[in-house]
């Protein structure tokens, strides 16, 4: 059900991608309540957020007295969530400070609802010693900081200071209200790729962008889960909340699998785990030969997934992925029965739309007494259904 944001713009050339979240957040089914400072109004017109949002925008502290109420109080209480963005250092400095001298310092100083700030401006300004104390204080005050990005920056410097993307500024606001429906959840999550070295230089690997399990590690964190991200080498960023830890090698991610296991409900495989190693690892880098090379001899690596089924206690909920190319629910039943994971994630790795790498996903979840199958979608929806299904799985057994 859609709820009331409170979106502040304060005046910064960034206030462009604010008018796409506000677009963004209406389409979600919001009810995006905008004020906008008197320097805002100089980069962007009340008149294109009120055609976004399909709502009066707020500008002026006093309305004339035939649209009299306490404003700052009624707009302060309606919201759910509160996002001022762009933020720039002076309205910072103003909400460090205590000042409520327009109306959305006021709005800010009276609302109750967790307020999200995403600071925009030139990089010296964003790394000028008042500033970052005035944004430590308002951490500390509960508010919460929506980093800025490095890049171009629209003065022509390069650095920090960047507002990012609608997108983001989206997600962040979707986080705060989600159902936190796995706060009593302690989850691990395994992802990306393993790399089995050769020598210095080479390695063996697959192509797993770790997207899967980064998505299941986001969406589990959003929804109130303590995460523990065991990852390969990816190009991803961990989700806000979640402790990451790097491995390279499968032996070290069965280490770090192992030491991790105590006191979690639910353990997710997502990881793409080199089955075989080169036997012998070669301390020189290997020259360029007059004849082929073929004798790479191959190791079988540990099995990370039998052996936290070994080690595992009743409760906790040991969820398998199976990758696949081809007959995939055929294969999927044969491995839930070998590998007896309580749930196995089927997916399809032989199609551009779906598995490695891709973006959206679709396969099937197969339980004791379930088969679910998950049509295509984004990997955060489907990370979303293999979540709810773990939900109900560890319901079932006590936990
Ligand atoms: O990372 P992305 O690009 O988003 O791609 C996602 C994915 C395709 C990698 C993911 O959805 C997926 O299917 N992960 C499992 C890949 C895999 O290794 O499948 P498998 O069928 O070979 O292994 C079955 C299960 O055993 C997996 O849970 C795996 O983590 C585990 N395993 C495998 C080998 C091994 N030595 N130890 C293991 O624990």
Excluded: W
Excluded at 53 to 76: C, D, Q, W, Y
Excluded at 126 to 150: M, T, V, W
Excluded at 256 to 280: C, F, H, N, S, T
Excluded at 331 to 356: E, H, Q, T
Aim: charged share 25%; aromatic share 6%.
């Amino acid at each position: 059900m859609g709820k009331n944001i409170l979106l502040g713009i304060t005046g910064g050339i960034a206030a462009y991608k604010t008018a796409a979240a506000a677009s963004a957040l209406t389409k979600l089914g919001h009810n995006v309540l905008t004020v906008m400072t008197e320097s805002a109004c100089e980069f962007i017109t009340p008149m294109t957020l009120q055609s976004l949002t399909g709502n009066p925008v707020e500008v002026e502290m006093f309305s004339p007295p035939e649209r009299f109420e306490v404003k700052h109080i009624s707009l302060a209480d309606r919201a759910d969530v509160t996002l001022v963005a762009p933020a720039t250092g002076n309205f910072i400095g103003k909400l460090a400070g205590g000042i409520a001298d327009d109306l959305l310092s006021t709005i800010i100083m009276a609302t109750r609802s967790k307020v999200l700030i995403a600071p925009a401006m030139n990089v010296n300004m964003y790394q000028d010693a008042s500033l970052q104390e005035n944004l430590a204080i308002l951490e500390e005050r509960g508010y919460q900081i929506i980093e800025p990005e490095s890049g171009y920056l629209a003065c022509g410097y390069e650095g920090s200071g960047r507002m990012p993307e609608a997108e983001t500024l989206v997600k962040r606001v979707q986080e705060h209200l989600a159902v936190k429906d796995l706060s009593r959840f302690k989850i691990l999550i395994t992802a990306g790729p393993t790399r089995e070295p050769l020598d210095p230089v080479r390695f063996f690997s697959n192509y797993s962008s770790g997207r899967m399990g980064y998505a299941l590690a986001e969406r589990a964190a959003v929804r109130g889960a303590e995460v523990t991200l065991i990852s390969g080498p990816t190009a991803l960023d961990p989700p806000p909340g979640v402790r990451l830890i790097g491995v390279e090698q499968a032996r070290e991610m069965k280490e770090i699998v192992m030491e991790e296991l105590a006191g979690k409900d639910a353990i997710i495989m997502a990881a793409a785990v080199a089955d075989y190693r080169p036997a012998d690892y070669q301390e020189e880098k290997i020259k360029k030969q007059e004849q082929e090379l073929n004798q790479v001899a191959l190791k079988e690596n540990p099995d990370i997934l039998s052996a936290v089924r070994e080690n595992k206690t009743e409760e906790q909920v040991l969820v398998g992925f199976a990758a696949e190319s081809g007959r995939i629910l055929e294969r999927g039943r044969d491995k839930f029965r070998s590998k007896a994971p309580d749930m196995l994630v089927v997916n399809d790795i032989s199609r551009s739309d779906r598995g490695f790498a891709a973006e959206t996903n679709a396969g099937y979840i197969l339980t004791g007494d379930k088969e679910l199958e998950l049509s295509l979608r984004s990997k955060i929806k489907f990370a979303e259904a293999v979540l709810d299904e773990i939900k109900e799985l560890a319901f079932q057994a006590g936990g």
